[in-house]
């Protein structure tokens, strides 16, 4: 039925959106490790990805606050 087709496709693209911010994440704790300075960049980048995967309703917005506090807080454990 059409119903399941268009699960699949929102599934396809929810996973999509899900991938591209656990891998900007990942590049951030990287650049971190390695005191990077893109680490900043990195991380208004992935706060970004957060914002719009919420307003899409592919993560709940909790989620997305709880993994920006974590990324700020690991930022501003860097700038001190």
Known sequence: SSDVCSSDLARDRN???????????????????????????LAKEASKQLDKAVSKGVIHKNQASNKKSAINKKLAKLKK
């Open 15 to 41: 996973k999509t959106v899900r991938s591209a911010i656990k891998t900007t994440i990942r590049k951030f704790n990287e650049a971190l490790a390695s005191g990077d300075a893109s680490a900043a960049k």
